[in-house]
């Protein structure tokens, strides 16, 4: 999968003249948490996040009048606020090189930019609701989490093996124990259509662990 095909297409954006106040009340009414920022001609000039925007506020403990505060929030505008060195990803940006970037660079969200103009942005939950997918995790069945050797060949004598006990894999995940530092691999599947015991008993020959099994609906 990439970019193009789990970002949000033509994402809701503020101008950076519209004060904190707006762009707050904004995000409040539409229920997301960050906004591109982009100029009258539609390129982007900086994202701001809602963290952005609440830390730009006077605390409440502030010895502000009601009115100051007012009128201090009507002057205070995004651009004060906002990132403008802004990381950006393409359309055909692999998925998981943005959800590389977004946790190297610990941030929530992504524009997605050709030539300049924002087309769409991608953002953690659709790295969750993917993740929550690729794991099966809206499926009921049987989630069974191995120990593997990383020899080659292994996952698919596993998922044969799930296959002629009867077994429809609707889930799949897995990663490498240690780093580089270790040969044995977590697998983690989501099982239909074949019974837990049944499921365990056949697959116990073929890992070199059962870490985990439950079912799930």
């Avoid at 229920?31 to 963290?51: A, F, H, T, Y």
């Amino acid at each position: 999968m990439l970019v193009r095909d789990r970002m949000t297409k033509n994402p809701i954006t503020i101008i950076p003249d519209i004060s904190v106040t707006e762009g707050l009340r904004l995000m409040g009414e539409k229920k997301i948490r960050r906004l591109p920022v982009v100029d009258r001609s539609g390129q982007l000039v900086g994202i701001v996040s809602d963290r952005d925007l609440l830390q730009a506020s006077p605390s409440p403990a502030t010895s502000l009048a009601i009115w100051e505060i007012h009128d201090l929030l009507a002057k205070l505008t995004v651009e004060k606020c906002m990132a403008k060195d802004v990381i950006t990803v393409s359309e055909d940006t692999p998925l998981e090189e943005a959800a590389r970037i977004m946790v190297d660079s610990r941030i929530g969200g992504l524009p997605v930019v050709t030539d300049g103009k924002l087309v769409g942005i991608i953002t953690e939950s659709d790295l969750f609701n993917i993740l929550l997918e690729l794991l099966g995790g809206r499926r009921k069945g049987v989630r069974i989490t191995v120990a593997t050797t990383g020899a080659k060949g292994t996952l698919a004598d596993v998922a044969k093996t799930i296959y002629e006990a009867g077994g429809d894999i609707v889930g799949l995940g897995f990663s490498e124990v240690d780093g580089n530092t270790s040969d044995t691999w977590v697998n983690t599947f989501k099982v239909q259509g074949v019974p837990k015991e049944k499921l365990v008993e056949a697959i116990r020959p073929h890992v070199r662990e059962i870490r985990d099994v439950r079912e799930t609906s």
